[in-house]
Nanobody, 126 residues
Framework: QVQLVESGGGSVQAGGGLRLSCSVS??????????MAWFRQLPGKTREGIAS???????IYAASVNGRFTISSTNAGDALYLQMNNLRPEDTGMYYC??????????????????WGQGSQVTVSS
């Protein structure tokens, strides 16, 4: 059974940083091909993909976070991280980790993800 559990959310001042963590369990993810990603939902907005990582460490970033956020994962696929730097008030929202067991070489943010974390609130104050 695949489970994703998030931690690391909180409140920071603009310009600060946070690191989100996602603990992943389940052999479908840890032993097989997979993509992993971070999504967020900002107040009044729909959910958007912001970063993905493939099984080889290749990454894709949304323009809104490119250059400020870094996605990484363990080689075993049992943990996923999002390092967020230079945070802005407009980054405030709910952040979700996600995983999928499909082909793990190309991981566009438009790809369906069928395993999700519970969400973690990030609040950035000015």
């Amino acid at each position: 059974q695949v489970q994703l559990v998030e931690s690391g959310g909180g409140s920071v001042q603009a310009g600060g940083g946070l690191r989100l963590s996602c603990s992943v369990s389940g052999v479908a993810i840890t032993l097989g091909s997979r993509c992993m990603a971070w999504f967020r939902q900002l107040p009044g907005k729909t959910r958007e993909g912001i970063a993905s990582i493939n099984r080889h460490g290749g990454t894709i970033y949304a323009a809104s976070v490119n250059g400020r956020f870094t996605i990484s994962s363990t080689n075993a696929g049992d943990a996923l991280y999002l390092q967020m730097n230079n945070l802005r008030p407009e980054d405030t929202g709910m952040y979700y980790c996600a995983a999928d067991t499909g082909p793990g070489f190309y991981c566009p943010l438009s790809r369906p993800f069928n395993y999700w974390g519970q969400g973690s609130q990030v609040t950035v104050s000015s």
